[in-house]
């Protein structure tokens, strides 16, 4: 099984010889920060690679369209379409990251939590006007920080 690996999973994992082929991004190497976790990283098989601009954009569309983009950071996109151009399993705990690579049709490992079972759609809400908006941090009409609520919920057939 060819793999892609968040920082978690190089922090948490300790066997990886299971994998046929292990993938990450730069940004993911800079994240480890601890001794013990560079001398692991240090050790792996690991292939570091950039993905496409254009895939870059097409996952940053997708978390738009679930209302995730927010909550993933850069890193994250990159390892979606890393993932995505490289048909390769995501092993992440992120919860943002399973719904997107839900949607763009990655497979993904969980480590610790369950999987997710519910395809989720978010958008922001103004709990004084009552308002939904898509990119806004605070109401344009009350000045009111907004809150992220789901919107769409569909469970996920295939988990």
């Known amino acids: 099984m ?7 999973a190089i922090i948490y994992l300790n066997d990886f010889r ?20 560079a001398m692991k990283l240090s050790s792996l098989d690991l292939k570091i690679t950039e993905p496409a601009k254009k895939t870059i954009n097409e ?3 997708v978390a738009t369209d679930t ?9 994250d ?29 990655i497979n993904y490992i969980s480590m610790f ?11 922001k809400f103004c709990k004084n006007c009552k308002k939904y908006y898509e990119k806004e ?5 009350c000045g009111e920080g907004l809150i992220r ?3 769409e919920s569909k469970e996920i057939k295939s988990y």
């Open 2 to 8: 060819k793999v892609v690996l968040d920082t978690s």
């Open 59 to 61: 996952v940053k569309k």
């Open 67 to 75: 209302g995730d983009l927010e909550k993933l950071s850069g890193t």
């Open 137 to 141: 941090r605070f109401c344009p009409i």
């Open 113 to 123: 939590n369950k999987k997710i079972t519910k395809l989720i759609k978010w958008k």
């Open 77 to 105: 996109i990159k390892i979606l379409a890393l993932a995505k151009e490289n048909n390769c399993t995501i092993i992440s705990d992120d919860r943002n990251i399973q719904n997107v690579a839900e949607r763009l049709g």
């Open 149 to 151: 609520t789901p919107i």
């Open 18 to 37: 299971k994998f046929d082929e292990t993938l990450s991004v730069q940004d993911v190497v800079e994240e480890v920060k601890d001794k013990i976790t």
